[in-house]
């Protein structure tokens, strides 16, 4: 079993920044691959980012491409999500999930095993 615990969430301006944090419990966090995804209201979950376990390949959704940057630091079991250039659109609950198998497909929730309760993330316009 892992728990993982999002914070970092908050209220920012339309342009600003805010950083997000995905602390993991367990030993074996450095072998999953991690994934960033968000659910607005009445909208389903989507992803976002996700990054392999060595942190070698990394892959965003085209809305936050070149505004997001995920990152991963193995050694305090724990994954980031910075995001830049925040629209009003971007508004919603940020979930951090962790793939156990290495999939090679990662875009769908389905594809995650374990999932943090969500951070909100609210951006004004």
């Known amino acids: 079993q892992v728990q993982l615990v999002e914070s970092g969430g908050g209220l920012v301006q339309a342009g600003g920044s805010l950083r997000l944090s995905c602390a993991a419990s367990?030993?074996?966090?450095?072998?999953?691959?991690m994934g960033w995804f968000r659910q607005a209201p009445g909208k389903e979950r989507e992803f976002v980012a996700r990054i392999t376990w060595r942190g070698d390949t990394i892959n965003y959704a085209d809305s936050v491409k070149g505004r997001f940057t995920i990152s991963r630091d193995n050694a305090k079991n724990t994954v980031y999500l910075q995001m830049n250039s925040l629209r009003p659109e971007d508004t919603a609950v940020y979930y951090c999930?962790?793939?156990?198998?290495?999939?090679?497909?990662?875009?769908?929730?389905?594809?995650?095993?374990?999932w943090g309760q969500g951070t909100q993330v609210t951006v004004s316009s």
């Open positions: 999930a962790v793939d156990r198998y290495g999939r090679r497909t990662y875009s769908y929730t389905e594809e995650y095993d374990y």
């Open positions: 367990g030993r074996t966090f450095s072998s999953y691959n």
